[in-house]
């Protein structure tokens, strides 16, 4: 007798028809192997795998990927739910069956002369009851070893499947690597994700995005808990005790430097524990619970350095368990070592830049594709927390959502209570990035980051956090924050980074009851002088304005909200309409 998921590998094998199948078992002689095999296969014209500098970047190695696969494209990212409200206008859609037909017709034979890897695998540390297995098949095998950082892949994740059917699917081939052929559709009823030509992170390791949020965002709408595009962090204090948080970001806002942040204040340290996604669950004791269901980071080269993000830079260069894979960086050819923009502030005079073309540094063009990605362990980081494989997660007492904004929205402040947290976090807006594929710069609504990400209709969405409000009984503190605020020469105002820690320390002060809030239109702002700014040159006018509300600003603002909350009609939940009413009148629209 088969075993569920030997049939669903054989039910593969028939539809992709690979010369060979090969199935993960997750160990270090494995990854070895494949990284062999990698650094001798052509795909799509290009090494996959290129060795680089092992003195520099230990057991680390070199991606260049089509130069029209280097971003998620969400145009082509489908959620096909059995009704087009169901997956809600923050959602592309396609009647499921129809998706099915057109993924099956690119799907078949797609493999022939390929090998399919078998990637059975766990999201979350496998002892804890909140992590939850999946199975992806894949061509690729820069995939299949992104995947292996990623998650816990192998041995562990089979023999928790055993013999149920309750499994997530992902089936993946990079086909021809076509934009024309390129679909990522997501079946949230099924447990299942069908993605076609493309090799990117967010479009193909699919215990990711796909899984981690777009499927486990509706798995959690189902089973009452919450999947979110957030960091996780542990704030040490110096008389020892951690205060843990969330952060939600959208794409390349800067998530992984905070997720790894150096304080500036002495005795404080931050605790990693995740840097893009976390599965939140009521614990017994009514607090929000967080695990982190990936075991690697997936985040932009292009801006980090040791200035930036010193501890990412010890990650990268720590890459014990491994492979740490570099892709679309330029490469320093002088010493064959990955390179990006932010890494050094000299520009290296021999460069070969992210398309495989000799770099001209008077090009006015980056060297580095500005969505340039590193895959590495978790377990590399000099500042991985201890409970990182706590089966139960650490206990929330802060959330802070976030966006891009160069004007109207403040340095920080605090929502309420919770219901106007979850309205506060419902209308961010942010300026978009290169991490997916079109404009960059134009703001949209991206509600708790969620919006590429949420894989049921949004309005249910917020309802469901209402939800989890009232059923916890210890509710953390809800944040608004915005590093990127301009001044009118376009300079930051804030300077960003290490000193985000200034703003954490004050939320700490909150959620200690140790510091009072100043009431305005918005939500709660820090008392005059609360924000310790000791040893920073940064004018008080400056921080006057970046801690207000202008009412010209926030006028604009509220269309934008409206205009936005308009498109799914009553699905928005009573009670956040009413925010808005009343946040209408407070800024006199
Ligand atoms: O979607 S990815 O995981 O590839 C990166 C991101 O956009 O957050
Ligand atoms: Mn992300």
């Known amino acids: 007798m088969s075993t569920p998921m030997e049939m669903f590998v054989k039910e593969m094998q028939k539809l992709f028809q690979p010369d060979e199948v090969y199935v993960m078992n997750g160990s270090q002689e494995e990854v070895e192997k494949i990284t062999e095999i990698a650094q001798k296969s052509e795909v799509d014209g290009r090494i996959v795998l290129k060795k680089l500098n092992g003195q520099e970047y230990p057991n680390s190695y070199y991606h260049r990927s089509n130069p ?54 766990v999201m979350g540390t496998p002892k804890s009851k909140y992590a939850k297995n999946g199975v992806q098949v894949t061509d690729s095998l820069y995939v299949a070893l992104s995947m292996r950082v990623m998650s816990r892949v192998g041995k562990q994740a089979i023999e928790r499947i055993g013999t149920s059917y309750d499994f997530f699917r992902g089936i993946h081939s990079i086909g021809d690597v076509n934009p024309n052929r390129r679909f990522i559709m997501h079946f949230p009823q099924d447990n299942l994700v069908m993605s076609f030509g493309s090799g990117y992170g967010g479009n193909a390791l699919l215990g990711k995005k796909c899984y981690s949020l777009r499927i ?65 669950n009521v614990g017994e004791d009514g607090q929000l619970y967080a695990i982190n269901p990936e075991a690697g980071f997936f985040g932009v080269a292009a801006g980090t350095g040791f200035k930036t993000n010193p501890n990412m830079m010890k990650t990268l260069k720590n890459s014990k368990f491994f492979p740490t894979l570099f892709t679309n960086t330029a490469v320093d050819n002088s010493n064959n070592t990955p390179w990006w923009e932010g890494v050094s502030d000299e520009v290296p005079s021999d460069l070969t830049d992210w398309q495989g073309r000799k770099y001209d540094k008077n090009s006015g063009t980056p060297a580095a594709h500005p969505n340039s990605r590193f895959t590495v362990s978790i377990y590399n980081c000099p500042t991985l927390s201890p409970e990182i494989d706590n089966p139960k997660g650490v206990p929330i007492s802060g959330i802070i959502f976030g966006g891009r904004r160069k004007s109207t929205i403040p340095l920080v402040y605090e929502a309420k209570d919770w219901n106007s947290g979850v309205f506060a976090a419902s209308i961010i807006g942010s300026e978009t990035t290169a991490a997916a594929s079109g404009q960059v710069g134009t703001v949209r609504r991206d509600p708790m980051a969620m919006l590429p990400f949420c894989g049921y209709n949004m309005g249910e969405y917020f309802n469901h956090w209402l939800n989890i409000g009232e059923r916890a009984k210890k509710l953390p503190k809800i944040f608004m924050v915005n590093w990127f605020r301009k001044d009118e020469d376009g300079k930051f105002m804030w300077p960003g980074y290490r000193e985000n820690s200034r703003i954490i320390k004050w939320m700490i002060d909150r959620i200690e009851g140790k510091t009072g809030v100043k009431e305005s239109e918005i939500g709660l702002f820090p008392q005059e002088g609360a924000i310790d700014l000791s040893g920073l040159d940064i004018k008080k006018e400056t921080m006057d304005k970046l801690l207000s509300v202008d009412k010209e600003d926030w006028k604009k603002e509220v269309l934008m909200i409206e205009e936005f909350y308009a498109k799914f009609g009553d699905k928005i939940p009573k009670d956040l309409r009413d925010y808005l009413k009343e946040l209408k009148e407070k800024i006199g629209v």
């Open 68 to 121: 029209n696969d280097v971003a998620r494209t969400e145009h082509l990212t489908f959620v096909c739910t059995p009704t087009k409200e169901q997956a809600g206008p923050n959602n592309n859609w396609v009647d499921p069956k129809e998706a099915k037909e057109k993924m099956d017709y690119l799907f078949k034979g797609a493999m022939k002369g390929r090998t399919m890897y078998v990637i059975p695998f």
């Open 216 to 280: 486990g965002s509706y798995l959690g709408y189902q089973e009452g808990w919450l999947a979110e595009h957030m960091i996780i962090i542990g704030v040490e204090a110096p008389d020892g005790k951690i205060t843990y948080f969330l952060g939600a970001f959208p794409s390349a806002c800067g998530k992984t430097n905070l997720a790894m942040l150096d304080p500036v204040f002495k005795g404080y340290r931050v605790w990693t524990l995740g840097d893009d996604i976390a599965w939140i």
